[in-house]
């Protein structure tokens, strides 16, 4: 798995080093693949904050560290709760980037209601706040893991790329 994340990985960390900017994570239905991945790409000190995963509302709580206030009405495995956990360990942790993935891994819809096979995954950085929802349509817990790591890389590689141009 973590081969196939690597030349992602690589391509992130080479556009993150080459304007000295900084990434922190917060892994969802992932379990820490994205971060993982990441850490594959050797000197990834200098470009990774660091980061973990958001399984737990404890959890949340002490990675993110967010106030209630910015919680209430937010729901698991949407856009929106994607970017402000995106935002949340840009913050936590003082990079200039936050990447999130919050999903629902399967085999069983998640338990407030989202089917298994979604993922949603943000982007926040410098003049920038993305999201994207990916669907495989498939129960299969660990190879949606590994797609919603993959996809993740993916779109944080686009989005800095999209930074860059």
């Known amino acids: 798995m973590l081969?196939?994340?690597h030349p992602l990985a690589q391509q992130a960390a080479a556009l993150l080093s080459q304007d000295r900017q900084t990434i922190a994570v917060a892994d969802g239905a992932t379990g820490g693949l994205i971060l993982a991945g990441l850490l594959t790409v050797p000197g990834a000190t200098r470009f990774c904050r660091g980061g973990g995963v958001v399984y737990s509302m404890k959890g949340?709580?002490?990675?993110?560290g967010l106030p209630r206030a910015e919680l209430a009405g937010m729901e698991s495995v949407t856009e929106a709760y994607a970017l402000l956990q995106a935002r949340g360990i840009r913050d936590r942790f003082g990079?200039?980037?936050?990447?999130?993935?919050t999903g629902s891994a399967g085999p069983d819809q998640h338990p407030?209601?989202?089917?298994?096979?979604?993922?949603?995954?943000?982007?926040?950085?410098?003049?920038?706040?993305?999201?994207?929802?990916?669907?495989?349509?498939?129960a299969d817990r660990i190879a949606n893991m590994e797609a919603f790591a993959q996809a993740a890389?993916?779109?944080?590689?686009?989005?800095l790329e999209g930074q860059t141009a």
């Open 3 to 5: 081969h196939s994340l």
């Open 60 to 64: 949340r709580d002490v990675l993110l």
């Open 95 to 101: 990079a200039d980037w936050g990447i999130a993935e």
């Open 112 to 138: 407030r209601g989202a089917p298994a096979g979604r993922s949603c995954i943000a982007v926040v950085g410098p003049d920038v706040a993305i999201a994207t929802t990916v669907d495989t349509a498939s």
């Open 153 to 159: 890389l993916t779109f944080l590689v686009a989005t």
